[in-house]
């Protein structure tokens, strides 16, 4: 995945005849493709549109599925490592996907489908072996998100609502054939939404990620950074963030210049956290532990 988000848009400018010709065409085609604030220019609207876009990397301070990645690490120093090479590897991606894109809309104008520009792409500038490995890469992309997804979510069903709700007498053995079945149906549902070929997925996705951003962003920033935080502080923070997402979406977000609901989300959770902390206890020793993790790291 890494080789091929370097490969292709390397081979790709230099098709377009290097950075400055590219630069060139996508300017002739569309000069608004060149300007950062988009068709809205500097204004109320694009400033708004700049900061929701910027809001979007929110959810990852508090995404569940990027969070067990870091709690199955085998050390505090595989933590540390594994963040530096995770923030490297995303630039990487950002930056290979941005220029293949970049280069795919001055050598491949007019697709219907601009979602198909790294597989035409690749089909027209590579064999057809590399174009079948970096077909690869695009399965490797989806795969090593769906199946932590996945996973995530057949636990929480079966974990945090099966068993403790209505089965807490159930044997390891009956609960890892609830969470097989649950991981299919959830599979085949995401699958027949796929195949519908709905444009809302995208919406959803980010209406997805809001929540995450929302509900967990503020608890865990402020678990990490704050000695104080208490458990009915971080369920409110929780509940009051998801909340306050969903209302933004249904009754705000149209009237003010659709700006994204991940930041509503984050500030009420981040403020409710810190409300509800401030007048409840928090736990026995919390302020000696929180002091041993950060002198660690200090």
């Not at 590399?130 to 077909?135: D, K, R």
């Not at 390891?172 to 959830?186: A, E, M, P, S």
């Not at 209406?207 to 704050?226: E, I, R």
């Not at 206890?281 to 993790?293: D, F």
Request: negative net charge; charged residues 10%.
């Amino acid at each position: 995945m890494l080789g091929g988000l370097i490969v292709l848009p390397v081979v790709g400018v230099a098709a377009a005849g290097g950075w400055s010709a590219m630069v060139t065409a996508l300017r002739a085609a569309d000069p608004i493709l060149l300007e950062p604030m988009g068709t809205l220019g500097l204004s109320v609207g694009g400033i708004v549109s700049a900061v929701s876009f910027a809001g979007i990397g929110m959810a990852f301070l508090g995404a569940p599925q990027l969070l067990t990645r870091f709690m199955a690490a085998r050390s505090e120093n595989e933590i540390v490592s594994g963040s530096l090479i995770a923030v490297l590897c995303i630039i990487v991606f950002d930056l290979g996907a941005v220029l293949t894109g970049m280069a795919g809309r001055v050598l491949v104008p007019g697709l219907s489908d601009p979602e198909m520009v790294l597989p035409i792409l690749s089909a027209d500038l590579f064999p057809a072996l590399f174009t079948g490995l970096f077909l690869v890469v695009v399965l490797a992309a989806i795969m090593s998100t769906a199946d932590s997804v996945l996973l995530l979510a057949s636990s929480a069903v079966v974990r945090d609502v099966v068993q403790p709700v209505f089965r807490p007498d159930l044997d390891q053995r009956r609960l890892v054939l609830y969470g097989k079945l649950t991981t299919v149906v959830i599979g085949l549902v995401g699958l027949v939404l796929a195949l519908t070929e709905a444009r809302l997925i995208f919406w959803f996705v980010l209406f997805a990620w809001s929540g995450l951003a929302s509900a967990f962003t503020p608890v865990v920033v402020c678990s990490l950074f704050w000695s104080g935080t208490t458990r009915a502080g971080a369920i409110a923070g929780m509940v009051s963030g998801f909340l306050a997402a969903v209302t933004w979406v249904i009754v705000f977000k149209s009237s003010f210049y659709e700006l994204y609901e991940m930041w509503p989300g984050f500030l009420t959770g981040f403020g409710v956290t810190i409300i509800v902390s401030l007048v409840t206890a928090p736990p026995e020793g919390a302020a000696e532990e929180h002091q041993a993790i950060w002198s660690f790291h200090g």
